[in-house]
């Protein structure tokens, strides 16, 4: 318990119209941990990633991101300092080759400029080569390396889950956030996905996972934040937060064994 | 260069380029045998491949629809002609115009990006189609209280390019060859269209250009990878208008003469069409689009008329009648058959994919 923490959010409040998306959710994610991010749906996941990462601005409350806050930033701001994400509804460059999707993430880390482009300096020729170099290590890493020609969008649902990641790990995240990356796949994609989360966490890189398969979730989670309406009910280490009685409430008596059970 | 040329079977593409080199050089002297004309149109075709390249970073790049594009072309020819003509007596070198020209449409760009950065679609379709008539009816009526267009007059006696006493105007002969002032602006032009298409080619294959792609597939996610969703549609504005200055900078100097009426609304459109005619994001359809729709409606031109005579011993419909049908009927067929264009951007992938296995 001595890493200190990576991100820390306080008091982080969202509301669309009438609806209090979020309300008030404190946490805490310490480096190297993987840290889940679980709650019933409509229970404000994905409203507080958006709001992380820049999409919406935050109604209330500030994210502390190493040291530093993330308040008023853009999108490609947070990027920028390091948080990458993916979508729970994948969002793939549909058109472009697997292999330049990965490019496309490294766009960050990278400085050629249009005059650059034009004329081809040695400067950016060698940053070409090694943007590619670094996007085909990386699908290898994922395990999509033999599609790397082939449009994104002619992928199988497995593998494009796999290459939204590779895509987020081109940007060179300190903080990885995940949304629901197992959802659709079977039980030995998900297992082939785990040993993936567990490598990317053992090379470094902190994990924010919002997930629906329990099982994935009690198995890879250091720690939990659980969401009810907007409201954090809950927080701390995964098997102690699955016998909280406001979670098993939230989750409506029953459906978190269900969930088990059906994973 | 080399990003023009197959790498997979060097000898092959030498003949090729070799090929393709001697075609553009002698095509001017083949067309001027058919008639001046000719060349002509061939210069005008040229000129429309520019605009297709350049409205084609806007729209097939990074994905944003631009009904105004013939805007830039205009602001390019003004500069030009405004700055090279008895107008305001002045006559600058058109070496030093087209820069200008290039900057001022390019700086035009970033002022219609600017408050359309949150617009797609649709909606900036329309703001688009707004500000390229707002640019045609300021030329139409900017001349009071101070005379800056000479409105719809226009302004005429354009100086052509010329560098010390070789002028492009001039005809010459050298050699027992007739240059003439169409073809000289030929040779140009086609210099002109080689570096385009050099310039276009590495800017697609570049952090640049995969930036414009990923905006193109999905805004939100192209945001969360870090890339500046802003600088880079106003970079895009900015690149297709600078092309389309330089258009219009040399449209100038060829016709000698500019007014309003040649920067209408059904123009903005006839470059779109070659653009999604071709395929767009893939720069030979483009270029294959532009020649297309800028051949076919004159060769229809010479051979509506005469074929009719010969079929039914005169003329029953008005040629240019069939003509706009024909062109019409075929865009609709194209749509309906081929909706990606005729080389749509997908099959470079598939190319590139065969080359790497």
Not at chain 1, 94 to 117: C, D, K, P, Q, Y
Not at chain 2, 45 to 57: C, Q
Not at chain 2, 59 to 76: H, K, N, P, S
Not at chain 2, 327 to 353: D, H, N, Q, W, Y
Request: with cysteine; charged share 15%.
């Amino acid at each position: 318990m001595s890493s200190p923490d990576l991100l820390r959010g306080s008091g982080i409040a969202k509301r669309f119209g009438g609806v209090q998306a979020l309300s008030g959710v404190d946490f805490s994610i310490r480096q190297g941990e993987i840290y889940g991010l679980i709650g019933p749906n409509g229970a404000g996941k994905t409203s507080l990633f958006n709001v992380l990462t820049g999409i919406y601005p935050a109604d209330g409350g500030e994210f502390i991101f190493e040291g530093k806050s993330l308040a008023g930033l853009k999108p490609h701001e947070v990027a920028a300092r390091g948080i990458a994400r993916t979508f729970q509804n994948i969002r793939l460059f549909a058109n472009l080759s697997a292999l330049e999707n990965v490019m496309i993430g490294r766009h960050v880390r990278t400085h050629a400029t249009v005059f650059g482009a034009i004329f081809r300096n040695a400067r950016t020729r060698a940053e070409e080569r090694a943007i590619e170099k670094r996007g085909y290590a990386l699908l290898e890493y994922v395990g999509v390396a033999r599609r790397a020609n082939d449009l994104a969008r002619h992928l199988a649902y497995g593998d494009q889950r796999k290459l939204e990641i590779a895509r987020a790990l081109a940007t060179d995240p300190r903080l990885l956030a995940l949304d629901e990356p197992a959802a659709g796949m079977n039980a030995t994609e998900t297992a082939a996905l785990r040993t993936l989360l567990e490598n990317i966490r053992r090379d470094g890189t902190t994990i924010l996972l919002i997930e629906h398969d329990m099982k994935l979730v009690m198995n890879l989670c250091d720690r939990v934040l659980v969401l009810d309406y907007g409201k954090k009910i809950a927080e701390g280490v995964a098997a102690a937060v699955q016998k909280d009685p406001k979670v098993i409430a939230a989750y409506l008596g029953g459906d978190v064994e269900l969930d088990v059970a059906r994973a | 260069m080399h990003a023009l040329i197959d790498t997979k079977h060097p000898a092959i593409a030498k003949v090729g380029v070799v090929l393709i080199a001697v075609t553009l050089a002698v095509l001017p002297f083949a067309l001027a045998g058919i008639g001046t004309a000719w060349v002509r149109i061939t210069n005008l075709a040229v000129l429309y491949i520019l605009l297709s390249l350049g409205l084609n970073i806007v729209v097939g790049f990074a994905g944003l629809l631009d009904l105004g594009y013939i805007a830039f072309y205009a602001v390019g020819a003004y500069v030009y002609a405004l700055l090279a003509s008895p107008h305001f007596d002045l006559h600058w070198p058109f070496w030093v115009i087209l820069p200008i020209g290039a900057l001022v449409a390019c700086m035009f760009g970033v002022l219609l990006g600017t408050p359309t950065l949150k617009l797609r679609g649709d909606y900036l379709a329309i703001v688009t189609l707004g500000f390229g008539e707002i640019i045609r009816i300021f030329l139409n009526n900017l001349s009071q209280p101070i005379n800056i267009t000479n409105g719809p007059q226009g302004v005429t006696l354009i100086d052509p390019f010329r560098f010390g006493t070789f002028s492009f105007a001039k005809t010459e002969t050298v050699a027992g060859l007739t240059f003439s002032g169409p073809i000289k602006y030929y040779y140009l032009l086609v210099i002109v269209l080689l570096v385009v298409i050099v310039i276009n080619l590495r800017l697609q294959n570049s952090r640049i250009g995969r930036a414009w792609e990923a905006i193109r597939e999905d805004e939100i996610a192209a945001r969360s990878m870090g890339i500046n969703t802003r600088n880079m549609k106003l970079l895009a504005f900015a690149m297709g208008a600078s092309f389309g200055g330089v258009a219009g900078g040399m449209f100038s100097a060829i016709q000698g003469f500019i007014s309003p009426e040649s920067f209408v609304l059904v123009e903005s459109v006839n470059i779109l069409a070659m653009v999604v005619l071709g395929g767009m994001g893939n720069i030979w359809g483009v270029i294959l689009g532009a020649l297309l729709l800028s051949f076919v409606p004159e060769v229809l031109r010479y051979t509506v008329g005469p074929a009719q005579q010969a079929v039914f011993g005169r003329t029953l419909i008005d040629p240019e009648v069939i003509r706009m049908l024909l062109f019409g009927i075929t865009l609709v067929a194209m749509m309906l058959f081929r909706p990606a264009g005729i080389l749509p951007s997908a099959l470079r992938k598939r190319e590139l994919e065969t080359a790497r296995a």
